[in-house]
């Protein structure tokens, strides 16, 4: 079994919840248990950080949060109700460790891209990419194209497009694994920054044990058990 659920009565609504998530693939003759009876309750605002060695399975827990796959049993919902491909534009953001940017447009149109998702972006929208694009530190590079652009810079555009549509939830996939120990150092600080600014609850995946500790929960994943590690960070 597994653990990660807050316990306490009056603790904020869950954003995200997973109950029972079990997930094997067929290799050659064999069927590997890559998941097993996951559950996980990430309440709004909060922080949670996934570590465990490579092949563990955490990507594809991460896969099935976003529903952009499905478990072989168990449920996950999103604030109550089952995630859905109208929803997922506008309710979570993802962050990867490939940036992931169109290398065509530049910053502020890669930016604006998550907008153009889900209809033609207004003036608001266009407001919105310029502050965020402010608060990640890039006011003065958003015209400029991805090429022209340092690693950690890329990555910043990318945590910027997460948030573009406000979502309730943020899920990053190893976003420091293309990044240099500094600059992975104050992409995390950023993400985790911003995310408590915006009560944006955020599911970080991470080899990181430092990485890891900035967040509120941390979990680990192991033989596709996931265990609480410690809570209630300060």
Same mark, same amino acid.
């Given at each position: 079994?597994?653990?990660?659920?807050?316990?306490? +009565?009056?603790?904020?609504? +869950?954003? $995200?919840?997973?109950?029972?998530?079990?997930?094997?693939?067929?290799?050659?003759?064999? /069927?590997?248990?890559?998941?097993?009876?996951?559950?996980?309750?990430?309440?709004?605002?909060?922080?949670?950080?996934?570590?465990?060695?490579?092949?563990?399975?955490?990507?594809? $827990?991460?896969?099935?949060?976003?529903?952009?796959?499905?478990?072989?049993?168990?449920?996950?919902?999103?604030?109550?109700?089952?995630?859905? *491909?109208?929803?997922? =534009? @506008?309710?979570?953001?993802?962050?990867?460790?490939?940036?992931?940017?169109?290398?065509?447009? &530049?910053?502020?149109?890669?930016?604006?891209? =998550?907008?153009?998702?889900?209809?033609?972006?207004?003036?608001?929208?266009?407001?919105?990419?310029?502050? $965020?694009? =402010?608060?990640?530190?890039?006011?003065?590079?958003?015209?400029?194209?991805?090429?022209?652009?340092?690693?950690?810079? /890329?990555?910043?555009?990318? *945590? +910027?497009?997460?948030?573009?549509?406000?979502?309730?939830?943020? #899920?990053?996939?190893?976003?420091?694994?293309?990044?240099?120990?500094?600059?992975?150092?104050?992409?995390?600080?950023?993400? *985790?920054?911003?995310? /408590?600014?915006?009560? @944006?609850?955020?599911? #970080?995946?991470?080899?990181?044990?430092?990485? +890891?500790?900035?967040?509120?929960?941390?979990?680990? #994943?192991? &033989?596709?058990?996931?265990?609480?590690?410690?809570?209630?960070? =300060?």
């Amino acid at each position: 079994m597994t653990s990660g659920s807050p316990s306490s +009565a009056a603790a904020p609504a +869950a954003i $995200l919840t997973a109950r029972g998530l079990a997930k094997t693939y067929l290799s050659g003759t064999q /069927r590997l248990h890559v998941l097993q009876a996951v559950d996980l309750d990430v309440a709004a605002g909060q922080s949670v950080s996934i570590r465990g060695e490579s092949g563990s399975g955490k990507s594809t $827990l991460l896969n099935l949060l976003s529903g952009l796959d499905a478990p072989d049993v168990g449920t996950l919902t999103w604030a109550g109700q089952p995630p859905s *491909v109208d929803r997922r =534009a @506008t309710y979570l953001g993802m962050v990867f460790q490939s940036f992931y940017l169109i290398p065509e447009l &530049d910053a502020r149109q890669n930016v604006l891209m =998550a907008a153009r998702m889900i209809g033609i972006p207004r003036a608001r929208d266009l407001a919105r990419a310029n502050d $965020l694009l =402010a608060r990640v530190g890039l006011a003065g590079r958003a015209h400029h194209l991805p090429a022209q652009l340092s690693g950690g810079e /890329r990555q910043r555009v990318a *945590v +910027a497009r997460a948030l573009m549509n406000t979502p309730q939830l943020l #899920l990053a996939d190893e976003p420091t694994g293309n990044l240099d120990e500094h600059t992975g150092d104050a992409v995390i600080d950023l993400l *985790v920054g911003l995310c /408590r600014e915006t009560q @944006t609850a955020l599911v #970080l995946v991470t080899h990181n044990a430092a990485h +890891a500790a900035k967040t509120d929960r941390q979990l680990f #994943l192991h &033989d596709g058990v996931l265990r609480e590690l410690s809570s209630g960070k =300060a």
